[in-house]
Nanobody
Framework: QVQLVESGGGLVQAGGSLRLSCVAS????????MAWYRQAPGKQREWVAS???????NYRDSLKGRFTVSRDNAKNTVYLQMNTLKPEDTAVYYC????????????????WGQGTQVTVSS
């Protein structure tokens, strides 16, 4: 019923920038929090950043100052601007969202995107 599709990943050199997008589509009444996660090969998926429906943001401490999360509620889209990229940022980046499917649904349902690969070369 709800799909999240990430885009914008690719190969960049260390020090470069990349902007990821995630569009939510389908049966949606409203979207509460949206977030970005990433998973490097052989490692657990880790939280990167989140943003509430009102635009309040939170970041993983190690990424503050380099990454910026934003959203466009009219487009059901969340963005992740990544600057000064480092090889250790290499991972599959996943979009996550808490979605209310109807006005009757109080507790949102959580959805994940398929992921987009980000590779940072040294």
């Amino acid at each position: 019923q709800v799909q999240l599709v990430e885009s914008g990943g690719g190969l960049v050199q260390a020090g470069g920038s990349l902007r990821l997008s995630c569009v939510a589509s389908g049966r949606i009444f409203s979207i509460n929090a949206m977030a970005w996660y990433r998973q490097a090969p052989g490692k657990q998926r880790e939280w990167v950043a989140s943003i509430t429906s009102g635009g309040l943001t939170n970041y993983r401490d190690s990424l503050k100052g380099r990454f910026t999360v934003s959203r466009d509620n009219a487009k059901n889209t969340v963005y992740l601007q990544m600057n000064t990229l480092k090889p250790e940022d290499t991972a599959v980046y996943y979009c996550n969202a808490d979605v209310r499917l109807s006005v009757e649904q109080i507790t949102p349902k959580n959805y994940w995107g398929q992921g987009t690969q980000v590779t940072v070369s040294s």
